[in-house]
């Protein structure tokens, strides 16, 4: 019911639970760019599915600032989103974007659309917190936000962080919002404290889950890695 916000929101067709494909949009206002996921399941390991997700969403949404998040399995250095059912279909072998691919997929998203890099990627998933991948995708991305540990199967609480990021957004200024420094104050560091918070003792997502033994975050700025590959090259 929210007249500012948009959302499209998909559910793995796993024949164990319950199916939800939703449609909050009108067919009209996605027929131009709408990649093929509107009334079918597709394979979330596959870096065509993730390719066409992400034109269609600079297409039918643009916007001076984006954030990337990949939430699903994860497996760190093997790839991400991994996939086991399809169009209600069990996978003989499950399917991951693979990190090189992830890399890919953007490159090839920036060449044909002559699209700016985007803002951030935060992978919202196992284990993917880790040199290689970060240094893989440092030049498709300005920041990149992961945890190097295993994550809650809840993930992060994105409604605590993005309600109030869109409030701060309203209030400010285009200089303001246009600063690093803003996305760092209020949306990396809240990411990185809501999904900490939200699952240690005493966490919003214990009661659901349980207490981990160990959660973990981090943003980095991913052009500090280009200086990091040099002197290990040197």
């Not at 399995?73 to 090189?100: A, I, P, R």
Request: net charge negative.
């Amino acid at each position: 019911d929210d007249p500012n916000h948009r959302y499209l929101l998909e559910y793995d067709n796993n024949p164990t639970s319950d199916v939800i494909l939703s449609a909050p949009l009108s067919a009209e206002e996605v027929a131009e760019n709408e990649p093929g996921f509107r009334y079918r399941e597709l394979d979330s390991g596959s870096p065509t599915t993730l390719k066409n997700f992400i034109k269609w969403g600079l297409k039918a949404y643009p916007a001076q600032h984006t954030l990337l998040i990949l939430s699903g399995h994860s497996w760190g250095l093997q790839g991400h989103m991994q996939d086991f059912f399809v169009n209600g279909q069990e996978l003989q072998d499950s399917t991951m974007v693979k990190n090189y691919e992830l890399r890919r997929v953007m490159e090839e998203v920036y060449r044909e659309l002559n699209h700016a890099k985007l803002d951030a990627l935060f992978i919202d998933a196992c284990t993917s917190g880790i040199f290689e991948i970060a240094y893989e995708v440092r030049n498709q991305f300005d920041y990149f936000v992961a945890s190097s540990l295993e994550t809650p199967y809840f993930g992060l609480p994105y409604a605590d962080i993005f309600n109030g990021f869109v409030d701060k957004v309203n209030a400010s200024s285009t200089a303001t919002i246009n600063n690093n420094a803003f996305t760092e104050k209020y949306l990396l560091s809240p990411i990185i404290e809501k999904f900490v918070r939200s699952h240690a003792k005493g966490g919003a997502q214990v009661a659901r889950e349980g207490d981990m033994m160990a959660t973990a975050a981090f943003a980095l700025r991913l052009d500090q890695l280009n200086a990091v590959g040099g002197a290990m090259k040197n």
